[in-house]
């Protein structure tokens, strides 16, 4: 490809890249109090306005070595974590991470996790790319919705 059409083909890329990452609303971001070294979990609900298709394909966070998508899954009378692969985002739907559902695991927790701080979480999405967001770390007992003022 000569050098004139790879500009051409980057400055083509460049809106649609832009326009798939501004169609997704990220609102909510929160997790629970946690000790260092353990395990936390992320939630938070994304919003597709698009008429494309989404994925989380992973999330990381220099809160934790190693992140992984997990959800919830009932085997006979317990209820079991579960690594997923990807969480689909269907265009025009909202999808909810939150307790007993889909979640981000934060696995070995490089810090503890304060209550009233925040901490950065990096989510990829296979067209929107890489968002980066802040949760809020509320009480270790904490659970869906808004906190309470």
Same mark, same amino acid.
């Given at each position: 490809?000569?050098?004139?059409?790879?500009?051409?083909?980057?400055?083509?890329?460049?809106?649609?890249?832009?326009?798939?990452?501004?169609?997704?609303?990220?609102?909510?971001?929160?997790?629970?109090?946690?000790?260092?070294?353990?395990?936390?979990?992320?939630?938070?609900?994304?919003?597709?306005?698009?008429?494309?298709?989404?994925?989380?394909?992973?999330?990381?966070?220099?809160?934790?070595?190693?992140?992984?998508?997990?959800?919830?899954? =009932?085997?006979?009378?317990?209820? =079991?974590?579960?690594?997923?692969?990807?969480?689909?985002?269907?265009?025009?739907?909202?999808?909810?991470?939150?307790?007993?559902?889909?979640?981000?695991?934060?696995?070995?927790?490089?810090?503890?996790? =304060?209550?009233?701080?925040?901490?950065?979480?990096?989510?990829?999405?296979?067209?929107?790319?890489?968002?980066?967001?802040?949760?809020?770390?509320?009480?270790?007992?904490?659970?869906?919705?808004?906190?309470?003022?």
């Amino acid at each position: 490809m000569t050098t004139r059409r790879m500009l051409i083909a980057a400055a083509l890329a460049t809106p649609l890249a832009a326009q798939a990452q501004t169609t997704l609303q990220i609102t909510q971001p929160w997790t629970r109090a946690a000790r260092a070294g353990g395990q936390g979990a992320g939630y938070l609900t994304i919003r597709n306005a698009g008429a494309e298709a989404d994925r989380l394909l992973s999330a990381s966070s220099p809160a934790a070595p190693r992140m992984e998508l997990h959800t919830h899954i =009932r085997e006979g009378d317990v209820m =079991r974590m579960r690594p997923v692969n990807d969480i689909p985002v269907p265009a025009g739907q909202t999808v909810q991470l939150q307790p007993s559902g889909l979640h981000l695991m934060f696995i070995g927790l490089s810090d503890e996790l =304060r209550q009233g701080s925040t901490i950065p979480v990096t989510l990829v999405f296979e067209r929107a790319g890489a968002v980066t967001v802040q949760l809020e770390v509320r009480a270790a007992g904490a659970r869906a919705g808004h906190h309470g003022h």
